[in-house]
């Protein structure tokens, strides 16, 4: 079979792993230098090759506190959410989620398995994480293959980056939200026990109820799909299941099983003087939460609860998820020479998360995962930087259970890259290459279905090498254009290679392919970004070109009572744009009033099977913001397209515009770091649906929702 893959790097940011973050250029949208974009790479002093990167920190994160990080971006050009439920949700860029989007946590890999499938947390709390920054581009390639579409990376101060200024640092939050019937609290105090030397410990607890919706839970087709099936059993005389169905189509205002409880806790501490810092950390992530059920999907098992073969009794689904996690970050200043600084960031994880089927226990994953990065970082030569370095990562997993539908697998994955940037007064250039060399193995691959598959070990080791360059020019004082193209290679994950069997999460039954080829894609991207004024924009359009792009469709097939999901690889084309603007229409001493927007749009087709699935439709978003000493507010419409352009097996999707406003006021001054937010979101209590979502049919986002938010810091 004709496999398939590929990117679309940008020449967006150049992130690394960096600690002590510095100032970079402006946000070319935002503008202010309060909102300067902070990079997490300090080998870059001045990185003004940073088109289409987007940083949320500070208010706009507590303006958009949601339970999932996925759920706190998607106001961002060019993002979307995997919105799996409440419980379960991961970026999206620009179309591309799963393994093409890496998500980090102060620059490393979570080392969860939620790249693995949509149900799966992210094991990130937005509680506490003080910045979120989305990357695209060559400097992906620092991060490792997987993030060919982007990566997320989400920081904290869990490790601490500084000393405090008055010896100690103290920040608690509470939120309460009326759709989720959400009651949250964190807190992180920092305290210096020396001129250089600091302690840190943190924690958070958040608990929602059955989130509401703005309407009927499942969408007007599978409605009529369940209407259709209420009246065949009603003329059979099938009376509860008729009421069953008839109940099931019925269901609006509140989605059932779509509770979460979530708490974090962790403690760190950092030596930090002249020549460097060192510091460790220890976290732990533990979440409880429901898993809405897809219509129809009735799983058979092997005995029902009176002991007879067929259709088990249906009960609800939930995830248990807990992990360990250590971390590791140092860097050393060299004093002068070729070399400013070296760099080392490790992280170790023991994660476990349960699929519990009512109070039985279905299946137990379990992953151990590793990861470490050593840097070394040039100081600058008359504008030439960069950094080269060395990524290594292992992943030790175990699916145990009737419901396991991957092997046991074990991954390693061993880089180099090299990141190097030239700048002179009207342009720069940036080039970026990586070296990886993947092995991906199992003894007990199960080749063909069900009672016919015949288990074989397989081990697969793979190389890949990519390399991305771009190029800007300054047309004017604050304008510049530029051109990136990239080539980059991925090895397929063990998930897309060896699944083979019932998920009970995602109700589906999910099969991969163990002779996938890698994916290997071409991509270029122009941008036009800069400021005039009281205006600032940034516009950017890419278009990359897949060979042997993996993709996972549902084929109309049924295995073991579930519809069968597969993996293929075929070529495949996707291109769009993404545009942000603002306008200062008043600005004076007392009130500032801005106007702003966001378009993006994304077109995906694989050569053998036409639309590519999940993939976001043309979304417009504009706001009004005012902002008056310690008062501010903000208005905002957002507007989604129907999705019509779908597989043979998805549904379309209508479009929705929600209504969103909020009002703050910091009490002790503008300068304040207290605050309190009032904000409703869905005003208009729409039923809106992300199409990137694989629930999006029974699966509504939430209705109007009323949140009231606090922070204090001190």
């Avoid at 309407?215 to 209407?227: E, I, K, S």
């Avoid at 050393?332 to 699929?355: C, M, N, P, Q, V």
């Avoid at 993709?551 to 690889?569: C, K, M, N, R």
């Amino acid at each position: 079979m004709k496999q398939t893959f590929i990117i679309m790097c940008g020449l967006l940011s150049t992130p690394a792993l960096a600690e002590n973050a510095i100032e970079a250029d402006r946000d070319p949208v935002h503008g202010s230098d309060d909102d300067a974009i902070i990079v997490t790479a300090d080998y870059i002093d001045e990185l003004d090759i940073l088109a289409g990167t987007s940083v949320i920190a500070g208010d706009d994160i507590f303006r958009k506190l949601q339970p999932q990080l996925g759920d706190v971006l998607t106001s961002e050009p060019g993002v979307s959410a995997t919105s799996f439920g409440p419980g379960a949700s991961r970026p999206v860029l620009r179309g591309l989620q799963g393994e093409r989007i890496r998500v980090l946590t102060d620059g490393i890999g979570t080392l969860d398995v939620s790249n693995t499938s949509a149900d799966h947390a992210v094991t990130i709390d937005p509680l506490t994480t003080e910045r979120i920054e989305i990357f695209r581009g060559p400097a992906a390639l620092l991060f490792g293959s997987q993030a060919i579409g982007g990566a997320v990376n989400a920081r904290d101060r869990r490790i601490p980056r500084g000393i405090p200024e008055k010896g100690y640092h103290v920040d608690v939050i509470g939120s309460y939200s009326s759709a989720f019937e959400e009651n949250s609290v964190g807190g992180a105090f920092e305290l210096a026990l020396s001129d250089q030397f600091v302690v840190h410990i943190d924690g958070s607890y958040r608990e929602t109820e059955d989130v509401d919706v703005g309407g009927f839970v499942l969408t007007p087709a599978l409605r009529a799909q369940q209407l259709e099936v209420a009246a065949e059993e009603q003329e059979e005389g099938n009376l509860d299941e008729a009421a069953e169905a008839l109940e099931l189509a019925n269901l609006q205002d509140q989605l059932p099983n779509s509770f979460t409880e979530t708490y974090t806790f962790g403690a760190g501490f950092a030596l930090i003087n002249e020549r460097g810092s060192l510091g460790a950390s220890i976290g732990y992530f533990d979440t409880r939460y429901g898993i809405p059920a897809r219509p129809g999907a009735e799983h058979h098992g092997e005995e029902g609860e009176e002991g007879e073969e067929g259709e088990e009794e249906e009960a609800p689904v939930s995830i248990d998820l807990r992990q360990w996690r250590a971390d590791l970050r140092g860097e050393f200043f060299t004093g002068g020479g070729f070399l400013e600084s070296i760099r080392f960031r490790a992280g170790y994880s023991d994660y476990e998360h349960i699929e519990f089927e009512g109070d039985e226990v279905g299946t137990v994953f379990d992953s151990q995962g590793f990861e470490a990065r050593l840097e070394f970082v040039q100081a600058d030569q008359d504008g030439w930087r960069g950094v080269t370095g060395f990524q290594a990562l292992t992943r030790d997993f175990v699916a145990i259970g009737a419901e396991a539908f991957v092997p046991p697998n074990v991954t390693d994955q061993y880089g180099l890259f090299t990141l190097q940037e030239f700048e002179w007064d009207k342009g720069g250039l940036e080039v970026s290459a990586r070296f990886e060399k993947t092995d991906v193995r199992s003894n007990s691959v199960a080749i063909g279905l069900e009672e016919d598959a015949v288990i074989v070990p397989i081990d697969r080791n793979i190389s890949a090498f990519s390399f991305a360059a771009g190029a800007n020019y300054r047309v004017a004082s604050d304008v510049r254009i530029g051109l990136n193209a990239s080539r980059v290679e991925r090895a397929p994950s063990a998930e897309e290679l060896f699944s083979n069997g019932p998920h009970v999460a995602t109700q589906a039954f999910e099969i991969g392919n163990p002779f996938f080829d890698k994916e290997t894609a071409l991509g270029i991207e122009a941008y036009l970004r800069g400021e005039s004024g009281p205006v600032r924009f940034q516009f950017t359009a890419y278009h990359s070109w897949f060979d042997d792009y993996i993709y996972e469709v549902e084929t109309g097939g049924e295995a073991d009572g579930l519809p069968i999901f597969q993996f293929f690889q075929s070529d495949a084309r996707y291109w769009g744009f993404e545009a942000q603007a603002a306008v200062d229409v008043v600005q004076s001493d007392n009130l500032t009033v801005t106007i702003d927007g966001v378009a993006d749009f994304v077109r995906a087709t694989i050569e053998d099977d036409g639309p590519a699935p999940r993939i976001p439709p043309l979304r417009l978003l504009g706001g009004v913001e005012a902002r008056s000493g310690p008062f501010g507010g903000r208005v905002e419409v957002e507007w989604v397209d129907d999705q019509n352009r779908t597989t043979e097996f998805e549904l379309p999707t209508d479009g929705h515009t929600l209504v969103n406003a909020s009002l703050s006021w910091k009490p002790f001054g503008e300068d304040s770091e207290h605050i309190l937010i009032v904000s409703a979101d869905n005003i208009f209590d729409s039923d809106a649906r992300r199409h990137a979502s694989f629930t999006k049919d029974f699966v509504p986002l939430s209705g109007r929702n009323i949140k009231v938010s606090a922070r204090i810091s001190f």
